[in-house]
């Protein structure tokens, strides 16, 4: 099983709607993130948490929101999604405690915005 | 601030071939520096990293030194394979530990 999942994998949806991703991890790992992958820009920090609670604004976080109810979840929102944000997402995970730098990704959500 | 320059793909080689990829960074300090690869359709995974100056990281036949001379963090290998096709991330850890910054991946198609 992976240890960082994503659900959905793909979805589709209208201007407007508002749309909830999820991310689970069974690393134990108290560090998670949300990126986005956009053609020809790399990954770009939406939001991330240090701990449950815990939620810091990452480079991009206008039009996003999250929420890190237990140490496993941490769910990005489009409050109103918009075309523009159509891209792929991407969840991390990183274990600071351990003096660990490494992040570990989940397969990835690719949303289409009409 | 900080940024991460790569070269721009996509990179073409036969099989066998020598591969470099160029990545060099801007940042306060001497951060950790990364190569993530993205095979199609999955997520990003770790290659390899160094933490420190003069630092080689390597794994799967991928190397790369951290050279604060020159702030760069080239990727190379000897022989590449049909099955090394993929995206490849250069990253640096910030100051504060909070968040990797990215380049903007080099797209690498090996032929056979």
């Known amino acids: 099983d992976a240890d960082v999942t994503q659900t959905p994998r793909n979805r589709i949806t209208k201007t407007g709607k508002r749309i909830m991703l999820e991310c689970s991890q069974t690393?134990?790992?108290?560090?998670m993130y949300w990126y986005r992958q956009d053609p020809g820009l790399g990954l770009r920090l939406i939001y991330y948490s240090f701990d449950v609670k815990d939620i810091n604004k990452g480079e991009i976080s206008d039009g996003y929101s999250v929420s890190r109810q237990a140490q496993a979840k941490f769910s990005l929102s489009l409050e109103s999604a918009i075309p523009n944000q159509t891209a792929l997402y991407f969840c991390?995970?990183?274990?600071?405690?351990?003096?660990?730098?490494?992040?570990?990704f989940g397969p990835g959500t690719r949303l289409l915005v009409l | 601030g900080n940024s991460v320059t790569q070269m721009e793909g996509p990179v073409t080689l036969s099989e066998e071939a020598f591969l470099t990829i160029n990545c060099t960074y801007t940042?306060?300090?001497?951060?950790?520096l990364f190569w993530y690869v993205q095979y199609p359709g999955e997520g990003l995974q770790l290659l390899l990293k160094?933490?420190?100056?003069?630092d080689k990281g390597s794994n799967k036949g991928f190397e790369a030194t951290y050279r604060k001379e020159t702030t760069s963090f080239h990727l190379e290998k000897g022989s590449v394979q049909v099955s090394d096709s993929a995206v490849y991330f250069c990253?640096?850890?910030?100051?504060?530990?909070?968040?990797?910054?990215f380049g903007k991946g080099t797209t690498l198609s090996v032929s056979s």
């Open positions: 991390a995970t990183s274990d600071f405690r351990l003096g660990q730098e490494t992040q570990y």
């Open positions: 160094a933490t420190k100056a003069d």
């Open positions: 690393k134990g790992h108290d560090r």
């Open positions: 990253a640096l850890l910030n100051q504060a530990g909070t968040a990797l910054i």
């Open positions: 940042a306060t300090g001497y951060p950790s």
